[in-house]
């Protein structure tokens, strides 16, 4: 009797639907500030090669609500179950847009913002030393809004774009990133935080130890404070998932199958 129920459950496994069987959540990449999408494409490649399904959509980097608005909006038009993974101000889009989202399973932050309700860019930047952003390494340049009005938007300065960014790669490479970066609205240093989706999500977090954008030790307040699984890239800069794809295709993973 045991063994034909084994051979019962066996002959079900295998009649059973391939999407039944192996139902793999969709991993949705949202880059920061000063990047676009393209950052992922190391990290898209690997988990692409394991079968997930991946997008990668544009941040638009106009503030923290706007933002947050766009990609929810973006969210809800995925079907079944979503990692959703952030870096640097992605982690504030993040945390603001999964919030009601029942799809989103996980949340991915890479060396990234996680807000609690009421915070900011610039004040989550100050809770400890280790920031370079700031007035000095940031050019600052007008633009049109739609009410005819004029914002501004900032981009790091070429100068030091390597130090404050992406100090772990090849120069060659952060000359051109210095000069592609996308500025984002300085709206999104003061915009405080809604009700962050961590508080019912489970959470995931990379510290880069030398990032020198966010502060290393900023991160780790924040890990701890969501109580994030955590791990640290040693010597790693603010670009540590294009410096370290594996390790961090290895930590959505985790997420992914929730270990």
């Known amino acids: ?28 990449l ?8 393209s950052g992922w494409n190391a990290v898209t490649e690997q988990l692409q090669d394991d079968g997930y399904k991946v997008l990668a959509p544009p941040n638009p980097l106009r503030g923290v609500s706007a933002d947050a608005a766009y990609m929810r909006s973006f969210l809800a038009q995925v079907k079944g179950p979503i990692v959703l993974v ?3 101000y992605g982690g504030m889009v993040i945390t603001n847009a999964a919030t009601g989202n029942a799809n989103v399973k996980a949340l ?35 633009y049109p809004l739609p009410d005819g009005t004029v914002g ?9 774009f390597r130090e404050v960014f992406a100090a772990d790669l090849p120069k060659k490479l952060t000359a051109v990133m210095a000069v592609s970066q996308r500025p984002a609205s300085l709206v999104t240093l003061g915009e405080p935080s809604g009700p962050p989706a961590w508080a019912s999500i489970p959470s995931y977090y990379m510290v880069a130890s030398k990032d020198n954008a966010i502060g290393a030790e900023n991160e780790r307040i924040m890990a701890k404070r969501i109580k994030a699984k955590t791990v640290e ?22 997420a992914a199958k929730g270990r």
């Open 1 to 28: 009797m045991r063994l034909l129920l084994l051979f019962s459950l066996a002959f079900a496994l295998i009649a059973a639907p391939a999407s039944a069987r192996t139902t793999k959540p969709t991993i949705v």
């Open 30 to 37: 949202v880059h920061g500030a000063f990047a676009d999408a």
């Open 86 to 88: 952030g870096h640097s």
């Open 108 to 142: 991915v932050y890479i060396a990234a913002f996680a807000p609690r309700q009421g915070d900011s860019v610039a004040g989550l930047s100050a809770m400890a030393p280790g920031a370079l952003l700031g007035p000095a390494t940031l050019d600052i340049f007008n």
């Open 152 to 160: 501004q938007e900032g981009s790091i300065k070429p100068s030091a």
């Open 233 to 254: 890239i040693k010597g790693a800069s603010h670009v540590v998932f294009i410096s370290h794809p594996k390790e961090t295709t290895e930590l959505i993973l985790r």
